[in-house]
């Protein structure tokens, strides 16, 4: 199982990216999946993450309201959508797969395929 992870860039305050995230090696549609971040200096944390069908969604409360994740199980990709950009969401962002049914997860230990991350550079 891979997650390759892309999107990131540089880009000023207030702008937006589209950050996608493709898993081959296994059925898509079956897991659960999320998006984390680290930040220089700082633990990885929970972003965003989204049930096997889309029904059911969860995000950060320093997210809500800018970031959106969906899912495209015919493309086995999961998007995080991110507007309205700001200088504190600068990190690496990781998409990660939860391979057991269940509820939707933040804690990282829940997740257990990994991509290689995508930087994300806000400037003020």
């Known amino acids: 199982v891979q997650l390759q992870a892309s999107g990131g860039g540089l880009v000023q305050a207030g702008a937006a990216l589209r950050l996608s995230c493709v898993l081959s090696?296994?059925?898509?549609?079956?897991?659960?999946m999320g998006w984390f971040r680290q930040a220089p200096g700082k633990g990885r944390e929970f972003v965003a993450a989204?049930?096997?069908?889309?029904?059911?969604?969860l995000y950060t409360d320093s997210v809500k309201g800018r970031f959106t994740i969906s899912r495209d199980n015919a493309k086995n990709t999961v998007y995080l959508q991110m507007n309205s950009l700001k200088p504190e969401d600068t990190a690496v962002y990781y998409c990660?797969?939860?391979?057991?049914?269940?509820?939707?997860?933040?804690?990282?230990?829940?997740?257990?395929?990994w991509g290689q991350g995508t930087q994300v550079t806000v400037s003020s």
């Open positions: 090696g296994r059925p898509f549609s079956s897991y659960a």
């Open positions: 989204i049930s096997w069908n889309g029904g059911s969604t």
């Open positions: 990660a797969a939860d391979l057991h049914v269940g509820s939707l997860y933040q804690e990282i230990h829940e997740y257990d395929v």
